[in-house]
């Protein structure tokens, strides 16, 4: 399988501060990116994508930026809120796959009132 | 619109026996997935289908995993016999896929403890 890797498995902040999650993925064929949030009992939730022909995109209080030369990707968590504590997962799916995704191992990231 | 339905959402076995577990996808999206998700760790796909077709199923433990997909919709995955590794979180997830990748939708995932 794919190797898609984090590089610190739990990170904490405090709240109101913005928090930088990162992920290796090994797979340069890969073109599509996800990054998914997965609160404790329920499945993985989407919250950002990019293709490999963007190196930054901007959503609601998260970016993603994609640095296709050292096959990196990072997700930055603006003001940092309580509810944003969750493990964060990195997703790849390599091109003429038909949508396969591979996962990295995940973040965890812990918010501090 | 509803999202992706998982069944049972809890089940607790002994080692040996089978277990059952069944997922409806988002109506209209054709490829379906099961991933597997131990604990701490980030899921790993199973199986793949495009609609009742197996697109990739490299990872399923063939000797004991079994999923099939009928009529393109629903899907169900077994174990048997079910060994101790197996406990696990099982992950459904679908797409819509009409010339390009694109977002996996979860449902809540079926855990399993295997005694």
């Known amino acids: 399988g794919e190797s898609v890797g984090l590089h610190l498995p739990t990170l904490s902040v405090q709240e109101g501060d913005n928090s930088i999650i990162n992920c290796a993925y090994s797979?340069?064929?890969?073109?599509?990116f996800i990054w998914y949030k997965q609160e404790s009992g329920k499945g993985p939730q989407f919250i950002i994508d990019?293709?490999?022909?963007?190196d930054k995109r901007q959503g609601q209080r998260v970016t993603v930026l994609l640095n296709k030369t050292v096959k990196h990707l990072s997700l930055q968590i603006a003001a940092t809120q309580p509810g944003d504590s969750a493990v964060y997962f990195c997703?790849?799916?390599?091109?003429?796959?038909?949508?396969?995704?591979?996962f990295g191992t995940g973040t965890s990231l812990t918010v501090i009132p | 619109e509803a999202g992706v339905a998982q069944s049972p959402r809890y089940k607790i076995i002994e080692k040996r026996q089978s277990v059952a577990f069944w997922c409806n996808p988002i109506?209209?999206?054709?490829?379906l997935y099961w991933y597997q998700q131990i604990l701490g760790q980030g899921p790993k796909l199973l199986i793949q289908?495009?609609?009742?077709?197996?697109?990739?199923d490299s990872q399923l433990p063939k000797d004991r995993f079994s999923a099939e997909r009928l009529k393109g919709v629903d899907s169900t995955l077994k174990i048997q016999p079910a060994k101790l590794e197996d406990s696990a979180v099982y992950l459904c997830?679908?797409?819509?896929?009409?010339?390009?990748?694109?977002?996996?939708?979860f449902g809540e995932g079926s855990r399993l403890t295997v005694l």
């Open positions: 990019i293709r490999s022909n963007m």
């Open positions: 289908f495009q609609n009742n077709g197996v697109v990739d």
């Open positions: 109506s209209g999206h054709a490829t």
């Open positions: 997703a790849e799916t390599p091109a003429n796959t038909g949508n396969q995704f591979y």
């Open positions: 797979n340069s064929a890969s073109d599509y």
């Open positions: 997830a679908s797409s819509f896929v009409a010339g390009g990748p694109g977002e996996l939708f």
